[in-house]
């Protein structure tokens, strides 16, 4: 087994640097930023994880110049004792779910060249991961939507599902989940990104064959046993935008998680494609896109599929 930038010879190996990913991002101070930057300058200079641990403060200050004092302060705190923990309970959720880190061949690289310090180091999924080297194309917009919303989202999962793109969304009630469904009914395949823990997270009786057949993937960067909360929501809709090539939003609010992937994709340089019902924000509306435009950009998504995948395989991590 190979990680990007860090050679892993075993499963144990690699139980091991995500046991120590995972002690680390439970010490105070250090946040997904700080670890995308100590990752960041552990891989810079040929450092493992496993090697940093071994290190003592005034040679690894020496050998990784870059790395923060709570960072160097971090990785001095951990313990055999707190990886020998980790491990054990990183094994233990391997039963029932997939584990991901940031430098691991699967992650994604998109996440890594449109997130920068933001993305998430360390995931958690039930599915199939392969889904998320797929083009995909999200379809978001507010819970409480009329009929009307709810069969246009349902329709743009189908149109998207069709185009031969993955659908993308947060797995809400309402557009989320018409999204889902219009990929899902057309026989294709959708990854769920979740702002609370795989168990926490009940899919719709519908669900269970296509994630059977290897069509749907769930993933969370909290654990598995973790609730549904704000702050979770909100940085989760920057990973939707990330993953998709354009955006669908249905009738948004304008103010909330659905305006907020919009600006996300505007700002990463993707298109947004709006159905409003309620006046847009300024500059969100400067820059969507009716919905009408749909199928024209998904025949640019498709025309660009294998020109964006060259692109992405040459980015590195950051």
């Known amino acids: 087994m190979q990680t990007e930038g860090i050679i892993v010879t075993t499963m144990d190996d690699y139980l091991r640097e995500c046991a120590t990913l995972w002690v680390i991002s439970g010490v105070k101070g250090m946040g997904r930023r700080s670890i995308n930057r100590m990752m960041r300058e552990l891989q810079r200079v040929g450092i493992s994880l496993r090697e940093a641990l071994s290190l003592g403060p005034y040679e690894l200050a020496e050998r990784a110049p870059a790395l923060e004092n709570h960072a160097l302060a971090a990785l001095q705190k951990v313990t055999e004792n707190d990886l020998a923990e980790g491990a054990f309970l990183l094994e233990a959720l391997s039963e029932t779910v997939g584990i991901i880190t940031l430098h691991h061949q699967d992650y994604p690289r998109q996440w890594k060249k449109m997130l920068k310090d933001d993305a998430p180091p360390f995931l958690y999924y039930q599915g199939n991961p392969e889904l998320l080297k797929e083009p995909a194309c999200a379809v978001v917009g507010r819970r409480k939507v009329s009929p009307e919303g709810a069969e246009k989202a349902f329709h743009c999962g189908a149109r998207i599902a069709e185009a031969g793109c993955v659908l993308v969304s947060g797995g809400a009630s309402g557009v989320d989940m018409a999204g889902h469904n219009g990929a899902l009914d057309a026989g294709k395949s959708s990854i769920v990104l979740l702002p609370q823990g795989i168990h926490t997270y009940a899919i719709p009786d519908n669900w269970h064959r296509p994630a059977d057949e290897g069509r749907l993937l769930l993933m969370s960067e909290y654990m598995p046993a973790t609730g549904w909360h704000t702050a979770a929501a909100l940085a989760r809709n920057a990973t939707i935008a990330a993953q998709a090539r354009l955006v669908c939003v249905v009738e948004p609010r304008k103010t909330g998680g659905s305006i907020a992937t919009a600006r996300h994709?505007?700002?990463?340089?993707?298109?947004?494609?709006?159905?409003?019902?309620?006046?847009?924000?300024?500059?969100?509306?400067?820059?969507?896109?009716?919905?009408?435009?749909?199928?024209?950009?998904?025949n640019e998504v498709m025309e660009m599929k294998e020109v964006s995948q060259d692109l992405f395989e040459g980015l590195g991590d950051f």
Do not use: F, H, Y
């Open 265 to 298: 994709a505007i700002q990463q340089g993707k298109a947004v494609l709006i159905s409003a019902t309620d006046p847009l924000p300024a500059d969100v509306e400067a820059c969507a896109l009716p919905m009408d435009e749909l199928p024209r950009m998904l």
